[in-house]
């Protein structure tokens, strides 16, 4: 079973670089592909991108000048930067998982989510 | 295409069968699997429809998906008041360097 649990900040200033982290419970960690993924209040959802155990990751190209992911493998933690926010990044964001062995056969879909975390862009 | 179209809204009665579309093109539903999330209110969106037509386990049977050429289609049958829900379409899209494509969702009302 996974679980997935954002934290980080509630609430960033426009031009500020929005940081969040995802930390996974799971014991086949190093078997999944971790996304992220946004929901603007009232929205459809949007696919920012997702990571690799490996570190490689592919991102929305969209977003791909402002966004960059990472993992912890020793603390099982995915984090999330993106750059430059404006009011239309307000969102809750969402991680999620992927078996690998399904992205690598070209299944892309999201079988365990996070609750999602709110993320509010004001001065 | 930065959404894959789908009806804002649906709805029917307690019983009846309904169906959402979603519309795709040859980079996206045309050439790669197509998934369906149900997202109830206030909650994450979980997996209801895998490659194209499959359930997950727990997924019950009146949920049923199809896929022709550039376009997909949920369908609920027997429709109950907890089915009440946004529904999203999801697909990889070939195009640029690669990315997931969702739908923009559809709110299914239950009368």
């Known amino acids: 079973q996974v679980q997935l649990q954002e934290s980080g900040p509630g609430l960033v200033k426009p031009s500020e670089t929005l940081s969040l982290t995802c930390s996974v419970s799971?014991?086949?960690?190093?078997?999944?592909?971790w996304s992220w993924i946004r929901q603007p209040p009232g929205k459809g959802l949007e696919w920012i991108g997702f990571i690799r155990y490996s570190g490689l990751a592919n991102y929305n190209p969209s977003l791909q000048s402002r966004v960059s992911l990472s993992i912890d493998t020793s603390k099982k933690q995915i984090s999330l930067k993106l750059s430059s926010v404006t009011a239309a990044d307000m969102a809750v964001y969402f991680c999620?998982?992927?078996?690998?062995?399904?992205?690598?056969?070209?299944?892309?879909?999201?079988?365990?989510w996070s609750q999602g975390t709110l993320v509010t862009v004001s001065s | 295409q930065s959404v894959l179209p789908q009806p804002p809204s649906a709805s029917g009665t307690p019983g009846q069968r309904v169906t959402i579309s979603c519309s795709g093109t040859?980079?996206?539903?045309?050439?790669?699997?197509v998934y369906w999330y149900q997202q109830l209110p206030g909650t994450a969106p979980r997996l209801l429809i895998y490659r194209n037509n499959q359930r997950p386990s727990g997924v019950s049977d009146r949920f049923s998906a199809s896929k022709s050429g550039t376009s997909a289609s949920l369908a609920i049958s027997g429709l109950r008041s907890e089915d009440e829900a946004d529904y999203y379409c999801?697909?990889?899209?070939?195009?640029?360097?690669?990315?997931?494509?969702f739908g923009g969702g559809t709110k299914l009302t239950v009368l």
């Open positions: 999801a697909a990889w899209d070939g195009s640029l360097s690669g990315h997931v494509i």
């Open positions: 040859t980079s996206n539903i045309g050439t790669n699997y």
């Open positions: 799971a014991d086949s960690f190093s078997t999944y592909t």
């Open positions: 999620a998982s992927t078996p690998y062995k399904d992205i690598v056969t070209g299944y892309y879909y999201f079988d365990n």
